[in-house]
Structures are given as structure tokens and as C-alpha cells.
């Protein structure tokens, strides 16, 4: 559900990036006063898992269409909502700077939609109550479906509305919306059970990460977070390999309303973000110039789980800092 630049005019652009940075603020703060910095290591492993988990489309059957996972519910489910968001913010801020994926005009739509909606909507209303102390894989498979769900719907509709309020393209708003919500509805039960799937692992590997003292013997921090970043490695450099070429969710709505018209986007401000993203997207399509396709994508997504890792990381960190210089 990245948004590119040609649905967004500067000013909704502009707006929803104000509105993600002030999301942003408030998350720092947050998690500075309320640092736990055992679970720095956690969160830039979660945040790469995340990055590698977004190159696997998966189709939807009947539609000609694929999706993928957003993770922010995921995220929270393990680091709660605020870490949760810095992480997925840092996510999308490599995809559009790096990979070219999502717009930098809308690069603010784009962490609105697909992590305040989840971090802090669904995983406190939904995902938490449900849930509850994680012990039951029944409760965690219906916190996560419904969560994933109805976080999706959510966003996809402000992609709609932003859309709309743009103005700077021809989409119908009931058209596109009809097609919109339907699909993200499959995609999000598909990312509930994998969000399930991925929890219940976890929880059982190492409860402890969950705030649950287990008597029986669990894997160590450091084990957990190696099998979880090699996981990543085998996803990004080699799972990814297996993703649908069919259009997203996004895609396939647009293309479905357009009758498969390119949408294009004029304006200095719309050529000069289109200008810097040519200059930073080293790896655009997830791929490299001059190597092979197969093995360009797999460089790709391990260096970009990497470069995600070290990121999050690296905010952490300063966060951390600012806490210590704050007492």
C-alpha cells in the first residue's frame, strides 16, 4: 500500500508529512521517558524482518492481484505501539529513499496509513485485549486477523480520501474505493495469520520477550535474535525470489479504475522529488544495476535488511542518549 507521488499533491503531501513527523515526536518522547534498552537489539531485528517480509507478495486467488505484509501490527505486538512506529517509519523511509518504493511527497501518507492506524489504533483496541497474556494461539490468531484487518481498511480508505483531496488524478471516489477496501480485506487476513504464526513462534522460542516468565527452558536472547536475523537473510536474499509479479492491492485498484492508464504527476515540486529519488534509490526495484535479476534482488534485500537494522539501531541509541543527558 505504498502510496507513489502521482496520487498525492504537495499540500496533502505536505500536510500528512507534518502530521507523521508530529506521530513521530510523540513517539521519541514517549519511548525516551520510557526506555528499555534491552530491547534495542529486538527492535532493529524486527525492523529488518519487517523490511525482508514487505518483498514477499503474495497473490490473492481469482483477483490478478498480490499483497504484503504492513507489520506494524507485529511490531507492536512485540515492542509496543511507539517503538513500533519509529520502526516501521524507519522501514519506509529506506524503501522510498533507497529502493524507490513509495513516494517521498507521500512518504508521509505512507507512514500515516500503514502505521498509526495499527500501532495505535488496532493494537491497543484490538490486537491487546484479545490477546491478552499471549498464552492461547487461538486468541493471538483472532487478535492478529481482526487487527491486521481492520487496520488495512482503515489506511486503504485514507489512501482513498487523500487521493480524492488531491486532486491531481482522475479517480472516481466510489469506483476506487469499492475496489480498494475489498482486496486490502484479503490481504489483511493474510498478514493476520502470518502475524499469528510469527508471535506464536516467538512466544514460544522466548516468552520473556512478552513480559511472561516461562519455567520450562527457552532459547537465549542472543539465540532468538540470531534465528530471527538469519530468518531475515533467507527471506530478503532468497524467499523474496518467490514474490507474485502481480500488481499490489494499490496497483491493481488503480489499474482496475483507470482501465490501466498510467497515472503521471506534473509540477516543480512533483519533478524535483522525482529528481532526488533517481539520486538516492541505488537499489530502485529492489535490484542492481548490472547484476543479474535474480541475484540483484537477493543482494538487495539483505542489504537493505541490513541498512534497516542499523538504522533503527542507530535511533535507538541516540534516543537512549537523549534520556541519559534529560535525567
Known amino acids: 500500500m505504498h502510496m507513489s507521488d502521482a496520487l498525492i499533491s504537495p499540500a496533502v503531501g505536505g500536510t500528512m508529512l507534518a502530521v507523521s513527523a508530529g506521530l513521530i515526536f510523540f513517539s521519541s518522547t514517549h519511548l525516551r521517558k520510557n526506555f528499555d534498552a534491552s530491547k534495542i537489539p529486538l527492535m532493529g531485528v524486527m525492523g529488518a524482518f519487517v523490511f525482508a517480509m514487505q518483498m514477499i507478495n503474495f497473490a490473492i486467488p481469482a483477483t490478478g492481484s498480490s499483497g504484503h505484509i504492513g507489520g506494524a501490527i507485529l511490531l507492536a505486538a512485540l515492542l509496543g505501539p511507539c517503538a513500533a512506529f519509529l520502526?516501521?517509519?524507519?522501514?519506509?523511509?529506506?524503501?522510498?529513499?533507497?529502493?524507490?518504493?513509495?513516494?517521498?511527497?507521500?512518504?508521509?501518507?505512507?507512514?500515516?496509513?500503514?502505521?498509526?492506524?495499527?500501532?495505535?489504533?488496532?493494537?491497543?483496541?484490538?490486537?491487546?485485549?484479545?490477546?491478552?497474556?499471549?498464552?492461547?494461539?487461538?486468541?493471538?490468531?483472532?487478535?492478529?486477523?481482526?487487527?491486521?484487518?481492520?487496520?488495512?481498511?482503515?489506511?486503504?480508505?485514507?489512501?482513498?480520501?487523500?487521493?480524492?483531496?488531491?486532486?491531481?488524478?482522475?479517480?472516481?471516489?466510489?469506483?476506487?474505493?469499492?475496489?480498494?477496501?475489498?482486496?486490502?480485506?484479503?490481504?489483511?487476513?493474510v498478514e493476520g495469520l502470518l502475524t499469528a504464526a510469527t508471535i506464536s513462534f516467538i512466544y514460544k522460542v522466548r516468552p520473556q520477550i512478552f513480559n511472561v516468565e516461562n519455567p520450562l527452558k527457552s532459547l537465549s536472547m542472543t539465540a532468538t535474535l540470531a534465528s530471527l536475523f538469519l530468518a531475515t537473510l533467507i527471506i530478503g536474499g532468497g524467499v523474496s525470489l518467490l514474490a507474485s509479479s502481480n500488481p499490489d492491492g494499490l496497483e491493481w485498484a488503480i489499474e482496475n479504475t483507470t482501465d490501466g492508464k498510467e497515472l503521471l504527476a506534473s509540477g516543480e515540486i512533483h519533478e524535483a522529488s522525482a529528481t532526488l529519488q533517481e539520486k538516492t534509490s541505488l537499489l530502485a526495484d529492489y535490484s542492481i544495476a548490472n547484476i543479474e535479476s535474480n541475484v540483484g534482488t537477493s543482494l538487495a534485500g539483505i542489504i537493505g535488511s541490513v541498512i534497516t537494522l542499523f538504522s533503527i539501531v542507530l535511533l535507538a541509541v541516540i534516543l537512549k542518549k537523549r534520556k541519559s543527558i534529560d535525567a
Do not use: W
Not at 104 to 123: D, R, S, T
Open 87 to 189: 520502526a516501521l517509519t524507519c522501514v519506509l523511509a529506506i524503501q522510498a529513499l533507497f529502493f524507490a518504493d513509495g513516494g517521498l511527497i507521500a512518504l508521509g501518507c505512507n507512514v500515516f496509513n500503514m502505521g498509526f492506524f495499527a500501532c495505535f489504533i488496532a493494537y491497543p483496541l484490538i490486537f491487546k485485549p484479545i490477546a491478552k497474556d499471549y498464552s492461547s494461539s487461538t486468541r493471538i490468531a483472532v487478535a492478529s486477523i481482526l487487527s491486521a484487518t481492520i487496520a488495512l481498511q482503515l489506511g486503504a480508505f485514507c489512501v482513498v480520501l487523500q487521493t480524492l483531496l488531491s486532486g491531481v488524478t482522475e479517480l472516481p471516489f466510489k469506483t476506487f474505493a469499492f475496489l480498494m477496501q475489498p482486496i486490502h480485506l484479503a490481504i489483511g487476513i
